[in-house]
């Protein structure tokens, strides 16, 4: 595609519930970064995928949170258990190489997932 | 650790004077300097970016400068304009190639 997709744009769920975010990241990018914003505050980094593998999980605030990446392509973010302060948009992003360097993130629209 | 510091957390200007936000990082090593926009309610947008082997950096009105020595970079905007209006993040690579950014300048131009 043209750039980043994420899916739902919107995802409003109980508390306890499971839920899973996907990303499609731009064709031919080989590196895959999720992020997440709560509302007026920063990016905060969560995981970080080159190809299938994820060098990088330390963001992952508990182990409710999971990623995976499979054909070096879509990924799947997944909470389980919800809290509400999980509440926040997932941004996810994809860039060319991710080797600690000077590639450009391009990011997608978000999943803003609301807990209630 | 890893920290990337910006300045101010709001900015108001009025249209066509110029704006300045400020970030300073920890790490050395950075290479990679980019520059996100963010409109309310949309994806960051990259405006800029500046590698390590330059001081400066110009796109029209935008402009950013880095300087490794003092681990500190800019982004200026001339002739601002109320689509100006916005979120503004720096950001510097941590280790394994994950951005680390800043908390982010408001921007507001006034007509």
């Known amino acids: 595609g043209a750039g980043v997709s994420q899916s739902p744009s919107n995802k409003v769920t109980e508390k306890g519930k499971d839920v899973e975010l996907r990303c499609d990241p731009i064709s031919g990018h080989t590196a895959l970064y999720w992020y997440r914003q709560s509302l007026g505050q920063g990016l905060e980094f969560l995981i970080y995928?080159?190809?299938?593998?994820?060098?990088?999980k330390s963001g992952l605030p508990s182990d409710r949170f999971s990623a995976e990446r499979t054909g070096g392509s879509v990924s799947t973010l997944t909470i389980q258990r919800t809290q509400q302060e999980d509440s926040a948009v997932y941004l996810c992003?994809?860039?060319?190489?991710?080797?600690?360097?000077?590639?450009?993130?391009?990011f997608g629209d978000g999943t803003r997932l609301s807990i209630l | 650790g890893e920290n990337v510091e910006q300045h101010p957390s709001t900015l108001s200007v009025q249209e066509g004077d110029s704006a300045v936000i400020k970030c300073t990082y920890s790490?050395?090593?950075?290479?990679?300097f980019p520059w996100y926009k963010q409109e309310l309610g949309k994806r960051p947008q990259l405006i800029i970016d500046i590698r390590s082997n330059v001081g400066e950096k110009k796109d029209q009105r935008i402009a950013v400068t880095l300087n490794k020595t003092a681990k500190h970079f800019s982004l200026h905007i001339t002739e601002t304009q109320p689509e100006d209006s916005a979120v503004y993040f720096c950001a510097a690579p941590g280790e394994g190639g994950k951005l680390i950014f800043g908390q982010g300048t408001e921007l507001s131009v006034k007509p």
């Open positions: 992003a994809s860039s060319l190489v991710g080797t600690a360097s000077n590639q450009p993130q391009h």
């Open positions: 790490d050395s090593a950075s290479n990679y």
């Open positions: 995928f080159q190809g299938n593998s994820a060098p990088d």
